[in-house]
C-alpha cells in the first residue's frame, strides 16, 4: 500500500508562507517605510496645515519640535537674564534644551524654518510671576512633544519625542518655587 500521509509543509508548493518569507517581508515593509519617512518629498493627504509644505510627515514633525524646544529655551535664557539669581534652578533646563535641540537638528534640512515664533517671550516684571509663566510655557512644551510624537510615523522618533517630553515633565515635576 501506498503512504497516503499529508505533504510537508514545506513541499506545499507556497500555498503557506513560511517564517523566513514573512521576516523578510516585514524587513522589506519598515526598510520601504523608512525611506519614506526619510524622503523630502511631500506625501499627497498626509500634510497637516500646520506643517511647512515639502516635507515629509516626520522632517514636518522634527522641524515642529525643533522650533518649539528652542522657543523654549529662548524663554528660560531671557528668565535667566531678568532673575540671574534663578541660574542654579534653571541652568539645567537651558542645557537640556540645548541638548534636545542638538539631537534635533540634523533631522531638519536647512530649508525647513524652525525659528521660533515670532512673538517674542515677554519675561514678566516679578521673579514668582516669571517662574510661574515659565512653568505654563515648560508644560506647553510637554504638550506640544507628546502630541508630535503621536503624530510621529517612526516608532523610533515617536520614542525619541516622548523621552524629551518626559525629560520636560520630570523638571516640572522638581520646578523651583
Not at 37 to 59: K, M, Y
Request: net charge positive; aromatic share 2%.
Amino acid at each position: 500500500m501506498a503512504d497516503v500521509s499529508p505533504p510537508h509543509p514545506s513541499s506545499s508548493g507556497g500555498a503557506k508562507a513560511t517564517r523566513r518569507t514573512v521576516l523578510a517581508g516585514l524587513v522589506g515593509g519598515a526598510v520601504l517605510t523608512s525611506l519614506a519617512a526619510c524622503s523630502n518629498e511631500p506625501h499627497p493627504g498626509t500634510r497637516r496645515p500646520d506643517e511647512p509644505a515639502g516635507l515629509a510627515p516626520d522632517v514636518a514633525v522634527a522641524t515642529a519640535a525643533l522650533a518649539e524646544i528652542r522657543a523654549a529655551r529662548a524663554a528660560v535664557a531671557a528668565t535667566i537674564r531678568r532673575f540671574p539669581a534663578t541660574r542654579p534652578d534653571l541652568g539645567a533646563l537651558v542645557q537640556l534644551h540645548t541638548t534636545h535641540a542638538a539631537t534635533l537638528a540634523d533631522a531638519v534640512p536647512p530649508r525647513a524654518s524652525t525659528s521660533p515664533a515670532p512673538v517674542r517671550y515677554a519675561v514678566p516684571h516679578h521673579r514668582d510671576k516669571a517662574l510661574t509663566v515659565l512653568a505654563a510655557h515648560e508644560q506647553h512644551l510637554h504638550d506640544s512633544l507628546d502630541g508630535l510624537a503621536l503624530r510621529a510615523q517612526s516608532g523610533q522618533f515617536a520614542r525619541l519625542l516622548a523621552s524629551m517630553g518626559t525629560a520636560v515633565h520630570q523638571r516640572l515635576a522638581a520646578w523651583p518655587s
